[in-house]
């Protein structure tokens, strides 16, 4: 038995399914999940000495790779003044300051300890301040796991075999209305469903909880309209695209402007850490300002400050990093492109700068519906021929793969090398 199979084990006795999170257990692709000792720029070591060229980056967060020595340096440092005051810091005026001089739409912000902690209170600012109680979400997308959001949720609850999550009483589900994604008149139709009693649309800009869906021309900008036009308020969840698609998001990439943002995983470079944050007026109704209460033991972690902050400032001062990132996404999905129809694959690519995705589907996906078309069962074949040759991507067909700045040109080749010898496989 390896080491990894006999810690797993001993996880099944004393943890829910042997893993703190659904979506490392490898119940959707088969085999067992590999305990990850030590991580180094694109490379992860497992707990038996096998090496992986990772294609995940702790889904997120580790956009210049793992062990980047400037931030751990900056987490060393502050750890060393102390783990947690329970008062208030520097370090979290800085991070504050520079999401709201980054994100234009931001003007204040706060800081919570995770993505779903981030949306859950969003939902609540928006609610108190629309006095309204419906929420529009769109299907397989993915907002953490607060009760309001597992409704049609994306991400581990896609393979999870139920397409909600028991637990969840029937009247907050109710406030939960679900829409198409990159289908404005499903929301249309919601609006006129419910007239006044929409708080608020939230939408991943990019879906990267389904796979990958991108926006479809005019579907952001028409939310944005929508939106104003029925006052309720438009929340961007950018957990995912924040600070990925360049510094200013998706909002800047695809410049629309949402009244709320969220945001978690790259913010904290690992650590963990969400944060929401919008317009003023909206904000200003987040105690100890306004009447709606959100609080956090930990929230504002001088240590988790310190992490994000020195991410997010090699980020801001080498803005070709992006462009780099985003050639490279460009490069090798267009590969990628090359080989399904060479060797005719029945797959589609999709993806948008450092976020790609492999459909094992002969649909184009560009909602829920389609995404769902994808057979998982080839999916799984293959993300175990990947991982038996040392390439890590997602246990799931319905995430997203991740490149980091520390990926090279080398990387993209060999992985395409192993993809083509895949497909070139007589038996598969
Ligand atoms: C990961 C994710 C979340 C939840 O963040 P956690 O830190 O896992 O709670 C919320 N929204 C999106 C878009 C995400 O990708």
């Known amino acids: 038995m390896s080491r990894s199979e006999a810690l797993f084990e001993r996880a099944k006795q004393v943890i829910p399914g042997g893993v703190n999170s659904p979506v490392r ?4 692709v088969g085999g067992n999940p590999r305990f990850i000792g030590k991580a180094d720029g694109t490379r992860m070591m497992d707990v038996d000495g096998n090496t992986y060229l990772d294609y995940i980056g702790s889904w997120g967060p580790m956009i210049l790779g793992h062990s980047h020595p400037a931030i751990t340096e900056a987490a060393v440092k502050a750890a060393e003044q102390g783990l947690s005051f329970g008062a208030s810091c520097e370090a979290e005026v800085e991070m504050a300051e520079l999401i709201c001089q980054s994100v234009p739409s931001v003007e204040l912000v706060r800081m919570v300890n995770s993505g779903t902690e981030a949306v859950m209170s969003a939902l609540r600012a928006a609610r108190g301040y629309t006095g309204r109680d419906k929420i529009v979400k769109f299907e397989g997308c993915y907002h953490g796991h607060c009760d309001s959001m597992l409704v049609k949720a994306g991400s581990g609850v896609m393979t999870g075999g139920a397409p909600d999550s028991a637990g969840v009483p029937k009247g907050c589900a109710a406030d939960t209305l679900t829409a198409v994604y990159n289908d404005l008149k499903s929301v249309e139709k919601l609006f006129s469903e419910f007239p006044g009693e929409i708080a608020a649309v939230i939408v991943e800009p990019v879906a990267a909880n389904m796979g990958v869906v991108t926006p479809e021309e005019g579907f952001l900008s028409g939310l ?3 939106c104003s036009k029925e006052k309720a308020l438009l929340i961007f969840d950018e957990v995912i695209t924040g600070f990925r698609l360049g510094f200013t998001g998706a909002q800047g990439y695809y410049d629309v402007t949402p009244d709320l943002t969220t945001f978690g995983k790259i913010i904290g470079a690992g650590m963990p850490v969400g944060a929401y944050g919008g317009r003023r007026e909206v904000m200003e109704t ?5 009447q709606v209460y959100q609080a956090g033991t930990l929230s504002g972690n001088p240590v988790a400050m310190a992490a ?17 990132l985003n050639r490279l996404g460009d490069c090798f999905r267009t590969k990628l492109s090359g080989l399904l129809e060479q060797y005719q694959v029945p797959c589609q690519v999709t993806g948008v700068g450092s976020l790609s995705c492999l459909f094992f589907t002969e649909r184009p996906v560009r909602d829920y519906p389609s995404a769902k078309t994808s057979d998982t069962e080839a999916f799984g074949r293959y993300f175990r021929y990947m991982l038996s040759k040392g390439i890590y991507v997602a246990p799931s067909q319905f995430e997203a793969l991740f490149l980091s700045a520390a990926h090279t040109e080398e990387d993209i080749s060999r992985t395409l090398t192993v993809m083509e010898e895949y497909w070139n496989h007589p038996e598969v």
Do not use: C, M, T, W
Request: proline share 7%; aromatic share 6%.
């Open 308 to 324: 994000g902050l020195a991410q997010l400032h090699i980020l801001k001062e080498n803005p070709d990093i992006y462009e780099k």
């Open 224 to 226: 944005r309209s929508l």
């Open 25 to 28: 257990a490898f119940q959707a």
């Open 286 to 290: 987040v105690a100890p300002v306004g």
